[in-house]
């Protein structure tokens, strides 16, 4: 199973729908994303060392998607890598994406997709 790995940087992003974000890159295997986490004072990762469990995040309109939950207890399972655009459609996750937006990522879903496929695809509850 390939290793995922964080790396934020200091750029800040401002959405159309006023919300601040943090580039970042989201390395799975060999193969790096571009990704984006809410700023405004929202929870997010610590730098540290992190099991994850295969599972479904639900949007705040109720859709199911299948993501990646952090475990700990910093994260009390509420920290999801997931499928997302914008900074606004986050509140401490991370988004992948296949390439940077001005401000967000784009083809979220396809580099879920791929992420899913390095790690040995999804199924849910596999750590």
């Known amino acids: 199973m390939a290793t995922i790995k964080l790396k934020r940087t200091n750029i800040t992003v401002r959405d159309s729908k006023g919300a601040n974000g943090k580039r970042g890159t989201l390395t799975v295997g060999k193969t790096q994303y571009h ?8 929870k997010y990762l610590r ?6 469990e295969l599972g479904y995040w639900t949007s705040s309109n109720g859709v199911r998607k299948e993501a ?12 999801y ?15 992948p994406g296949t390439y940077k937006l001005k401000d967000g990522v784009g083809n979220s879903r ?11 695809g999804f199924s849910q509850g596999t750590k």
Do not use: T
Not at 68 to 79: A, K, T
Not at 110 to 120: D, E, L, S, T, V
């Open 35 to 42: 990704s984006i986490e809410r700023g405004d004072g929202y």
């Open 47 to 52: 730098p540290g060392n992190y099991n994850c």
């Open 68 to 79: 990646i939950r952090v475990l700990g207890s910093y994260s009390n399972g509420r920290i």
């Open 81 to 95: 890598i997931h499928p997302a655009n914008w900074p606004y459609q986050l509140a401490g996750c991370i988004a």
């Open 110 to 120: 396809k580099a879920m997709r791929q992420i899913f496929n390095a790690i040995g």
